[in-house]
T-cell receptor
Framework: DTEVTQTPKHLVMGMTNKKSLKCEQH?????MYWYKQKAKKPPELMFV???????INESVPSRFSPECPNSSLLNLHLHALQPEDSALYLC????????????FGQGTRLTVV | KNQVEQSPQSLIILEGKNCTLQ??????????LRWYKQDTGRGPVSLTI?????NTKSNGRYTATLDADTKQSSLHITASQLSDSASYIC?????????????FGRGTSLIVHP
């Protein structure tokens, strides 16, 4: 199994809603990542978890709250988002070692209205 | 500041033709360089990964080269197919405090016409 599964595939939420994005992998990878990608732009790194601990937070606003409940799951909790937060949110995973390939999920297309 | 520059920004070719995409980087210290293919609205899919000591790697019709001295890489696509239409992203990973930090290029948008 070399898949990273993200749910939901599409999400529309209001600015006062609370929602969560989910990411799951069963490759035994101990590094998991959240990226945000706007149209026609490269993915931007948001968070990195290494061995279930947050190792990198790229100055992401607190309305995005990551959570890594176990080595296979990564969540991104969303609250009080803005329309400019609408984007494709990508999850990736990799082994925690040098020169390793990162596997990406298909993404969640988020629209904030 | 770590940067990855890709050229051209977009490219249109006819089916069956070859093409070469370029990637220049200033990421240091260098760990590895990867080329990804991303279809619109989908997650990136890895094509090749190269370390400092590797200067060429192939994956089917895709061949990547790396010159670590000049900090340049290229992705050559042979006998293009309509399904090759996508964005091709160069990702260079450096190391910082024990973490591996990827820096993404802006991608080259490739369109293959019949």
């Amino acid at each position: 199994d070399t898949e990273v599964t993200q749910t939901p595939k599409h999400l529309v939420m209001g600015m006062t809603n609370k929602k969560s994005l989910k990411c799951e992998q069963h490759m035994g990878h101990r590094a998991m990542y959240w990226y945000k990608q706007k149209a026609k732009k490269p993915p931007e790194l948001m968070f990195v978890y290494s061995y279930e601990k947050l190792s990198i937070n790229e100055s992401v606003p607190s309305r995005f709250s990551p959570e890594c409940p176990n080595s296979s799951l990564l969540n991104l909790h969303l609250h009080a988002l803005q329309p400019e937060d609408s984007a494709l949110y990508l999850c990736a995973s990799s082994q925690v070692r040098e020169n390793t390939e990162a596997f990406f999920g298909q993404g969640t297309r988020l629209t904030v209205v | 500041k770590n940067q990855v520059e890709q050229s051209p920004q977009s490219l249109i070719i006819l089916e069956g033709k070859n093409c070469t995409l370029q990637c220049n980087y200033t990421v240091s210290p260098f760990s590895n360089l990867r080329w990804y293919k991303q279809d619109t609205g989908r997650g990136p899919v890895s094509l090749t990964i190269m370390t400092f000591s590797e200067n060429t790697k192939s994956n089917g019709r895709y061949t990547a080269t790396l010159d670590a001295d000049t900090k340049q890489s290229s992705l050559h696509i042979t006998a293009s197919q309509l399904s090759d239409s996508a964005s091709y992203i160069c990702v260079v990973t450096g190391t910082s405090g024990g973490s591996y930090i990827p820096t993404f290029g802006r991608g080259t948008s490739l369109i293959v016409h019949p």
